[in-house]
């Protein structure tokens, strides 16, 4: 069942990580940095993969807890937190590429006239710099990041801003993403939500969640 329907939407909403772009290797280089700064020992980057997809506080618990075998101490958590924070945002995209397909569906989505928007748990200032990088900057209105609102996906706060800023009514907007808080946000703002397969989320499987429709490239949408 095509949800999607792209082609009659106006503004097409986008998750950055795992949707857009592949950043698991610059996410496991700057892990390793930031254990290697607190005498942790190090991790795999096949172990960080599963780990991320729900913002960078639970992958810094997911990691610590891998390594220590319990919850570490809030105050463990937050000196790993802020350490992989500072060590990440210098540099977030030195590997980090757009996945197959995104490209020629960002360019469709150019042509067709569409409002595009990334809307991110990650940081603003790594998320634009990733976009910039990755000259993507020019297909988007707009880059939300998660430090813009008080509330994060899953709190549908961004994406209704979205609906508020560029869009007449909701069904005109779709959500692209790769994670139950994606899908959790649309379903909350009640706006439509396609999921891609190939993402993160935190090592479950996207079907758990119940997702409207699952596409294994964006291409899918228009072909």
């Not at 698991?24 to 700057?30: G, P, S, V």
Request: hydrophobic share 40%; proline share 4%; net charge negative.
């Amino acid at each position: 069942m095509n949800i999607a329907n792209v082609a009659q939407r106006e503004v097409l909403l986008f998750d950055l990580d795992g949707t857009l772009v592949d950043s698991a290797t610059d996410l496991h280089r700057a892990m390793d940095m930031s254990l290697n700064a607190l005498q942790l020992p190090t991790v795999t980057e096949a172990q960080v993969r599963v780990w991320v997809g729900k913002g960078t506080a639970l992958f810094c618990q997911s990691t610590l807890q891998h390594l220590t075998g319990k919850v570490d101490p809030a105050q463990q958590q937050q000196q790993l937190l802020e350490t992989f924070l500072k060590i990440y945002n210098a540099d977030p995209c030195v590997e980090t590429q757009p996945f197959d397909g995104i490209l020629e569906f960002l360019e469709w989505g150019l042509a067709q006239k569409k409002t595009m928007i990334c809307v991110t748990n990650k940081p603003e200032l790594p998320a634009r710099a990733i976009v910039d990088h990755l000259g993507m900057a020019h297909y988007f209105a707009d880059v939300i990041g998660g430090d813009r609102f008080e509330e994060r996906k899953p709190h549908p706060r961004q994406l209704l801003h979205c609906v508020e800023q560029y869009a007449q009514s909701k069904d005109q907007v779709l959500m692209i993403g790769d994670s139950s808080n994606d899908v959790e946000a649309a379903r909350r703002a009640g706006i439509d939500c396609v999921v891609v397969s190939y993402g993160y989320n935190h090592g479950e499987n996207i079907l758990d969640c119940q997702p409207q429709q699952v596409v294994d490239n964006l291409c899918e949408l228009i072909g």
